[in-house]
């Protein structure tokens, strides 16, 4: 499998790589991006658009990551409450079974001895 993950991404980084090269024109040229929000103006100095992708590129990035960052963090702490949650009911289960074997030797213990004016039951071993 990993065999078949490096030779996808050659795959996919050989076609990237023709589209760039068969788009060099394109990818040279040279453009400026301009920012008008009414009370801010800004134009950025001419740069060749491949510049602009690649930072467009990057900028993605990093916003997956902190978006991915966030979600670590809240499942975690998830992660946490859950096992928490998990050894009080295991300790809740244990309690419990403890009551259930006391219970169960004390019935075990009554129903041994023998009431008066009640025959006792022998239970004969045949070997």
Known sequence: MKKVKIAFWI?????????IFQNKG???SESQLMFNLGFF???TPFLANA???VAFFLIGILISYFINLFKHFTDAKIIKTLKAKES???ETVTALEKQLS???SEAES???TPVEGQPVEVAAEVK
Do not use: N, R, T
Request: proline fraction near 0%; charge should be negative.
């Open 11 to 19: 795959i996919v980084f050989g076609f990237v790589g023709l589209v």
């Open 26 to 28: 394109f990818f040279m």
């Open 41 to 43: 103006y800004y134009e």
């Open 51 to 53: 510049v602009f992708f």
């Open 88 to 90: 009080s009911l295991v």
């Open 102 to 104: 006391v219970q169960q």
């Open 110 to 112: 009554l129903s041994a």
